[in-house]
């Protein structure tokens, strides 16, 4: 049955998208036994007197359902039978009661992010419950001990980017009865997120494509910037990429443009606003004037005006927009990329737009990167200063601050001059006057109302990460270690647990800890604002800190939701904690666990050409690589050839592979007719069935060096790169070896699956055809 998305918005405190039943107690409303850090203490107790406590509940019922956000009918899942998820609303001094009821053929979870709560009640599978069973039904029960804007959402799989995510509010006691009205912000594609997942860690360049980010040579060479992509492969490095995925549609509770018409000139409207996307990043710029913040992941701050802001994966920021006149105000949502954007008008009558934000300059940001890098994929002096004072890497792409893009002209951008003007400044100044009038939000600005220090008396437990990985190879970790690789971090209850990390990646990620709010060490002081989430840009190094106080399994992770299922993160446990009743073999759940970023992705090439049939067979994981290639010709002259090779990646940067192989070939050759290799070896093509030791290592240029010595004594050292970007849609490769065997040819992209081919093979000879890949 096809389903119908529709727009699920109101004023907060008079409707909402779900009845929820309430049981009335007469009790008084019981304190808080357990807290998380000192914002929560007294935090209900000090309100009003009278206040009753209640049990709300809500049922979801999870069930698959068809969607049609492009044109194209598409699996989902809805809960309730709408995307997003029902809002659930609750005041402090509730208890929740949900019941999930799983109506799918596969395992789920909810995971209440951001809530402070008991750890069963948390909802990753294998690490805190058991996942919920197919047609099964699991009750999360908790107190609500906060209040502000969060979201829930899947923890199972790749759940979440199709479908299931929805806000979760909770209210003050007291809360101010300004209009407001909770916001998801969510992203949509075609492609199944398991194939998605699986295009990303075999470096399909299809999503650039799709979006024209592709930096290839031709447009280097238009633009001015030929030098600039040399350096930049030189170093080894793959073009400029901001957001991973390329998407059909961004959705503002789940419509591409929808209105609030029911507000009119004069009205101040508070939005709750939770990007409860899978990868994107999203720019929030309002057509009516300032935006005002009041709260970022549901914790208040003082508030600030600013004319933009950048909104995290995962996080939660509640804005306060003014309708100036009697009008229609856009507020505009941008994915980072600036590919695409969703639209929400506040107000009545003419509409009166924002103005769109223009296009990244990637090769600019490309030369900034490079003036930073070493050849080894480290920080050199520039990069660790930079670091140091956090400065977002991204800002020498803006047009808006730095001027519409010219050849080779980046003005007062050059790094030289980056040098000595933008060091300058702090925190507070970065994006604001000095290089542009535009007021853009960053963390120094955000300042908690009230004293956020930790127990003085607490003894302190100090840890540092780097956040490291591999976006041709898709592998993301921590300390170049992915979950699976690491043990649990043992923190003790009482102590203070200080939190450094630095990003030595070329992207921003998200790390979000369960169970706790931590402070942002920010140049606040005393009044440094309470997270869950903090967006680390590349390059940069910041400080968090908590204290320990609730006891389990909590996980520290990317929610970029990729990156989380691809590695990128830990697991804090307390010392000698109680078991976990909803965990009855944690062996078992932790082997569970892991198959996350152990898991193998399989990539399959095949070329029909009028010289022969050749192709590859890939499976790789975080580590390690099983491959096969094969060339077939239509004759005994040109025989066939199959190589395999199984090999464990190595090092932080993943550019060295040490392998074993397997060589078998047959080729018919003259009664008389030897061939030999450069060192005077005779091959024995005709026939030839043997074992290999060698390895792989990326050399500068992105060019493979594979060195082999077979089981005959030979030895083969080989030089190849495939995927050269030429064009945007034509890409280049070469093959040559010791054996004297060579290969050059160019592709024509023509779908995500199909390519044409030219190519000349020593052995095979010219060849035209049509390429599948998968």
């Known amino acids: 049955m096809k389903f119908t998305v529709s727009l699920i918005v109101g004023i907060s405190f008079v409707a909402f998208s779900l009845k929820a039943q309430h049981e009335h107690h007469t009790t008084p ?78 395992n789920t979870s909810l995971h209440w992010h951001g809530l402070l709560l008991p750890n069963k009640e948390d909802g990753v599978p294998y690490l805190t419950q058991m996942p919920i069973k197919p047609h099964t039904t699991h009750l999360y029960k908790f107190p609500i001990i906060q209040h502000g804007t969060h979201w829930y959402h899947s923890h199972s799989g790749l759940q979440e980017q199709i479908g299931m995510y929805g806000s979760f509010i909770m209210n003050k006691i007291d809360e101010p009865t300004i209009p407001t009205v909770p916001i998801v912000l969510s992203e949509w594609t075609d492609y199944n997120p398991d194939n998605v997942h699986r295009m990303l860690h ?27 992509k040399i350096a930049n492969e030189w170093k080894r490095m793959n073009a400029m990429d901001v957001s991973d995925v390329y998407y059909e549609k961004f959705l503002i509770n789940g419509k591409n443009e929808s209105q609030l018409s029911q507000f009119k000139a004069g009205d101040k409207v508070r939005l709750r606003i939770s990007n409860g996307g899978a990868s994107t990043y999203f720019w929030l710029n309002y057509a009516g004037g300032k935006i005002t913040v009041v709260a970022n992941d549901g914790n208040d701050v003082e508030p600030v005006e600013v004319d933009r802001l950048i909104i995290a994966v995962s996080e939660t920021y509640d804005v306060i927009v003014t309708i100036p006149d009697d009008k229609s105000y856009e507020f505009l949502v941008t994915s980072e990329d600036r590919t695409k954007s969703a639209s929400l008008f506040v107000g009545a009558g ?113 840890l540092r990460f780097e956040l490291s990985g591999n976006m041709n190879r898709y592998v993301w970790s921590l300390d170049n270690k992915v979950v699976s690789e690491a043990d649990k971090i043992l923190i003790k209850k009482g102590e203070n647990v200080r939190i450094v990390l630095y990003n030595g990646s070329m ?104 010289n022969g049939n050749d192709g590859m067979l890939m499976l790789q994981n975080t580590r390690w690589s099983i491959g096969t290639e094969w060339r077939l010709g239509y004759n005994d002259m040109h025989g066939y050839e199959t190589e395999t090779h199984i090999g464990r990646y190595i090092g932080k940067m993943q550019w060295f592979m040490p392998f074993i192989g397997f060589d078998w070939r047959y080729r018919k050759f003259g009664m008389d007719e030897v061939e030999k290799n450069i060192f005077g070896q005779s091959n024995t093509k005709d026939n030839r069935s043997l074992l290999s030791l060698g390895f792989n290592y990326t050399l500068p240029m992105l060019v493979r060096l594979q060195s082999e010595v077979f089981t005959d004594g030979n030895f083969r050292i080989q030089l190849s790169r495939e995927d050269i970007p030429l064009g945007k849609r034509v890409r280049g490769m070469f093959m040559l070896n010791t054996d004297k065997e060579y290969m050059g040819g160019f592709d024509y992209i023509f779908s995500r699956n199909i390519r044409g081919r030219i190519h000349y093979d020593s052995d095979m000879g010219f060849g035209v055809g049509i390429s599948l890949n998968y």
């Open 29 to 106: 409303m019981p304190q808080k036994t357990t807290t998380n850090i000192e914002k929560v203490n007294d935090n209900i107790s000090n309100k009003k007197e009278n206040y009753t406590s209640k049990t709300v509940r809500y049922d979801l019922y999870v069930r698959d359902t068809i969607v049609n956000f492009s044109g194209k009918e598409k699996r989902a899942i809805a809960v309730n039978g709408q995307i997003p998820m029902p809002t659930l609303t609750f005041t402090e001094g509730d208890t929740a009661e949900i019941y999930v009821h799983n109506e799918l053929n596969e």
């Open 202 to 228: 075999n470096a399909s360049d299809w999503f650039a494509i799709k979006k024209g980010t592709t930096q290839s040579y031709g447009e280097a060479i238009k633009q001015g910037y030929f030098k600039t």
């Open 350 to 462: 003419n509409q009166v737009k924002a103005k769109p934000m223009p296009k990244l300059k990637y090769f600019e940001g490309m030369k900034m990167m490079n003036g930073m890098m070493k050849m080894n994929g480290d920080l050199d002096d520039m990069g660790m200063s930079m670091s140091l004072n956090q400065m977002d890497m991204n800002v020498v792409m803006y047009p808006e601050i730095t001027g519409e893009a010219k050849k080779h002209d980046m003005k007062n951008m050059e790094m030289g001059d980056m040098k000595g003007h933008e060091m300058k400044m702090d925190e507070s100044q970065y994006n604001s006057n000095e290089l542009s009038d535009i007021v853009t939000l960053n963390y120094a600005m955000l300042k908690s109302p009230t004293i956020t220090n930790l127990p003085k008396v607490a003894p302190v437990k100090e």
């Open 507 to 610: 992207m921003r990620h998200p790390m979000h800890l369960h169970g706790h709010d931590f402070r942002l060490l920010n140049g606040q002081g005393d009044y440094s604002p309470l997270k869950n989430i903090v967006d680390i840009m590349p390059m940069e190094t910041d400080t968090l800190e908590f204290n320990a106080n609730v006891e389990g399994d909590w996980f520290f992770h990317c929610h970029i939701l990729y990156h989380m299922m691809s590695g990128m993160g830990r697991v804090f446990t307390y010392e000698n904690q109680a078991t976990n009743p909803l965990i009855p073999n944690p062996k078992l759940a932790q082997r569970k666990l892991f198959a996350d970023d152990r898991k193998f992705h399989l990539m399959a090439e095949n070329d029909f050409a009028t």
